[in-house]
């Protein structure tokens, strides 16, 4: 079983940065892609970022310029930047892990932006 552990998230006003962090629990199976989701009060969870194995990234239109998400597979982590925040970032992000046969997500860290 590979777990997912978030830690980084907490209350910062718009135009700050944020750094979360994920790490996951067991070197094997390898982590295929990585990600970062969130979901804010009332609404559906959104893809905020992924990284594959190999470090191609993919964002949000809402995100791209002021996120940055990277990994580290010799560690089992991965890490979101987010700078520039904005009120309406305010949201529980959850890391996502896949590997070849099974999808993992993390308990979730709050992040709130105050205006």
């Known amino acids: 079983q590979v777990q997912l552990v978030e830690s980084g998230g907490g209350l910062v006003q718009a135009g700050g940065s944020l750094r979360l962090s994920c790490a996951v629990s067991?070197?094997?199976?390898?982590?295929?892609?990585m990600g970062w989701y969130r979901q804010a009060p009332g609404k559906q969870r959104e893809l905020v970022a992924t990284?594959?194995?190999?470090?191609?990234?993919n964002y949000a239109g809402s995100v791209k310029g002021r996120f940055t998400i990277s990994r580290d597979n010799a560690k089992n982590t991965g890490d979101l930047q987010m700078n520039s925040l904005k009120p309406q970032a305010t949201a529980v992000y959850s890391c996502?892990?896949?590997?070849?046969?099974?999808?993992?997500w993390g308990q979730g860290t709050q992040v709130t932006v105050s205006s």
């Open positions: 996502h892990a896949n590997t070849q046969w099974d999808s993992y």
């Open positions: 067991r070197s094997r199976p390898s982590i295929n892609t």
């Open positions: 990284i594959t194995s190999g470090g191609s990234t």
